[in-house]
């Protein structure tokens, strides 16, 4: 059976793959030049993903006898249309893997996802350079948000904001 005839399986992420979703993010994060930002551990993910209430989710897609990528996501909010939908924090196919499909399965599964649970979108960022994902997202229809400018909190900048200091605050 050749590669493209392997069967593609995607599943919910279980306990036993936080060491593998944790090796899936520092690789998407070497390949967004962003490694030095990763401070996610296996116990930390193990308890956001499988904890008492967990608030975020992980799909993973398996093909050739290993993982071949992930969607990591959560639960939003539209004040706007009043209902729910899906933000997907990370979507990542191993570079070997990447032509197959699994991108676009990842994607339609939580499409499928926000129809069956009437959610009203499906969102997500993507690096300004990262051409090869924008002009895959393209062909699914997706299209940039160019009026809404992502905005971050972070760091000692959070620090200072949760302590409510105007003087401190720009």
């Not at 398996?62 to 924090?89: K, M, V």
């Not at 090869?132 to 699914?140: C, D, S, V």
Request: charged residues 25%; contains cysteine.
């Amino acid at each position: 059976m050749t590669a493209a005839q392997q069967v593609l399986k995607l599943r919910p992420a279980a306990p036993t793959d936080a060491p593998e979703i944790l090796a899936l993010i520092r690789e998407l994060a070497d390949y967004e030049h962003l490694l030095h930002e990763v401070d996610a551990t296996r116990e930390g993910l193990h308890a956001a993903l499988f904890g008492r209430s967990p608030r975020v989710f992980c799909d993973l897609a398996e093909q050739d006898g290993g993982i071949a990528g992930f969607a990591l996501w959560f639960y939003s909010f539209s004040t706007f249309r009043g209902r729910h939908g899906i933000y997907l924090e990370d979507l990542f196919v191993r570079p070997a893997m990447r032509g197959r499909g699994i991108g676009r399965a990842l994607l339609s599964g939580l499409a499928s996802r926000c129809l069956r649970e009437d959610l009203a979108r499906l969102e997500w960022s993507v690096l300004d350079w990262n051409e090869p994902a924008l002009a895959f997202y393209r062909t699914l229809g997706a299209r940039g948000m160019k009026d809404w400018i992502p905005h971050r909190v972070t760091g000692e900048a959070l620090l200072t904001l949760a302590r409510g200091d105007p003087k401190t605050l720009g």
